[in-house]
């Protein structure tokens, strides 16, 4: 295609699009198109890369698909003198201006929006990563959809914090709905967002949240997904698809803070949960025991290694339950499934791609696909959560 049709083509996209920047901050690669047009590419998409393992049910859509990230992230710093907030623009650390964004939390935006003309007033220096110069690098907020708790995350690069007291008393008094905040230390030269040093300023240094009938901590670090509404519709289709009856041993891979075996324990014999993240295991433990869930353990432990030592020592699971990262699994951990004598899987992925290449691994292992539901946790991106039924063969 020649440059003037390329240029073109980006123009009409900008044209067609209700938010401004989405061109230049690469978040939103659908919202250019009708809710209709983007359900049918993801459809397509799906019965692309999974058709050829088992029948692609049809996706499940969002009644109202905007303003449905529960987790907001904005970096800070400086655009001709004045206090600006955003995002990275796609594959790159050019800070794109953001102060509405049409699947954020509109909470989420006000509050990023107050920080940054509190950021001017006190007289506060954002980050510079090129000098290694400021104090303010991001803010995170996280709101519970069904307890409404808001938590303020104030990532900087030093522990000292001028006038912090005086800060977080104005931002509360503009927003009291606000439950905790926290400040968080991140000294190092890297793009991870948090550092590993923090405190809470205000409140309890966590929030907490509902999903299908439980009640989870959620603290600055963990794992929970960010579209609540369809999670739980999500979660609700894994469970059933695992088919529990009582009887069973169920082993929650990359458990996270124990969300979807926690809700499952209450009809399983009983649930083992496997997690590498440290932080994530303290808030899944805590969550069972907030929950009264006593059927269900956690271990901070590889789930390969651990499947392995299971197996190793004649222990065997009933169902698998697994949600891995966007790059999947490896064909150590399918093998290691398949050393439980695991009659079921339920996969959840938020990579169609990946989920095809794991199916094809588990296929060679003696297992089969029975079916793969889509859900759309994240309208107007080209992602699309999809949770797939997978059975051993000799069952």
């Not at 935006?109 to 000098?131: M, N, P």
């Not at 995350?153 to 926290?182: G, M, Q, R, W, Y």
């Not at 894994?238 to 979807?260: F, N, S």
Request: proline share 3%.
């Amino acid at each position: 295609m020649g440059k003037g049709k390329e240029s073109g083509k980006k123009n009409q996209k900008r044209k067609n699009s209700i938010c401004m920047v989405s061109e230049l901050c690469g978040g939103c690669q659908y919202l250019h198109l009708s809710y209709e047009e983007q359900f049918k590419l993801k459809q397509k998409q799906l019965q692309k890369l999974l058709g050829r393992f088992c029948k692609v049910y049809p996706i499940t859509g969002m009644e109202n698909p905007f303003h449905y990230r529960n987790k907001v992230h904005a970096v800070f710093g400086y655009e001709k003198g004045r206090v600006i907030s955003g995002v990275y623009q796609e594959g790159t650390h050019n800070l794109i201006p953001v102060e509405q964004c049409m699947i954020e939390d509109k909470k989420a935006d006000e509050i990023i929006g107050t920080i940054r003309g509190l950021v001017k007033s006190f007289k506060l220096k954002t980050y510079d990563e090129d000098r290694g110069y400021g104090l303010l690098r991001h803010v995170l907020v996280r709101r519970g959809f069904a307890t409404g708790e808001i938590m303020v995350v104030l990532v900087t690069a030093s522990s000292e914090f001028p006038s912090k007291k005086n800060f977080v008393k104005a931002l509360l008094d503009i927003h009291p709905e606000i439950t905790t905040i926290v400040q968080n230390v991140n000294r190092r030269d890297t793009s991870m967002v948090l550092g590993d040093r923090e405190n809470a300023v205000y409140g309890r240094g966590y929030i907490e949240d509902e999903l299908c009938g439980c009640r989870f901590t959620i603290s600055s670090r963990s794992f929970y997904q960010i579209n609540p509404v369809q999670t739980e519709r999500l979660y609700r289709k894994a469970v059933e698809l695992a088919g529990l009856t009582g009887r069973e041993i169920v082993l929650d891979a990359y458990c996270g803070i124990g969300t979807i075996g926690i809700i499952g324990a209450k009809k399983a014999k009983q649930v083992i949960g496997v997690e590498l993240n440290r932080d994530a295991v303290r808030d899944a433990v805590r969550n069972a025991g907030q929950n009264s869930v006593s059927n269900i353990r956690f271990y901070c432990k590889d789930a390969t290694e651990f499947m392995t030592s299971m197996a190793a020592e004649g222990k065997q699971a009933d169902v698998v339950l697994m949600d891995p990262p966007r790059t999947g699994t490896n064909p150590e951990f399918i093998r290691a499934v398949r050393a439980v004598k695991a009659k079921k899987v339920v996969y959840i992925s938020c990579g169609p791609d990946t989920l095809a290449r794991d199916l094809e691994e588990f296929g060679r292992v003696g297992y089969e696909a029975k079916g793969a539901w889509g859900y759309d946790l994240f309208p107007a991106t080209r992602h699309v959560e999809t949770v797939v039924l997978i059975q051993r063969k000799d069952t």
